[in-house]
């Protein structure tokens, strides 16, 4: 698993127990997966499917580093299947875990299309690259 995110805890990522707050952490995981995805499949337009058992494991608290670990396990023919962690940067110590989250990939009309990949890459190669247009205005 690669951690390549990390996310500083602030004042307003608390709950009312003085410690992170579920529901930011699992949009930072959902924001930080849809990119993994997107770089994966090599397609802008993917959307999540599916999260397993969310696993909170410990806490975080104001002013903890928090790295987000992310890896493909699974290639659908049009989805991909992630394993998710996030951890304490500094001690390492595992704060959440999901085994599973599936996005699919879609195709120009909305639809599930097939992407065409069965494993990870670790180069940009499959980075979307924007229609070049001709008619600026």
Do not use: C
Request: aromatic share 8%; no cysteine.
């Amino acid at each position: 698993m690669n951690f390549y995110t990390r996310k500083w805890v602030r004042p307003e990522d608390l709950n009312g127990n003085g410690t992170l707050f579920g529901g930011s952490l699992l949009r930072w995981i959902d924001e930080e997966a849809v990119v993994y995805s997107v770089l994966q499949l090599g397609n802008g337009r993917v959307v999540t499917k599916y999260m397993s058992e969310i696993n909170f494991v410990s806490s975080a608290r104001q002013g903890d580093l928090i790295e987000l670990g992310l890896i493909a396990t699974e290639f659908g023919r049009t989805s991909i299947t992630l394993r998710a962690e996030a951890r304490n940067m500094i001690t390492r110590t595992s704060i959440l875990t999901i085994e599973r989250i599936v996005f699919v990939n879609l195709g120009e009309d909305g639809t599930p299309a097939p992407h065409g990949h069965t494993e990870i890459t670790y180069a940009r190669d499959r980075v979307p690259v924007p229609d070049e247009r001709t008619d600026i205005d």
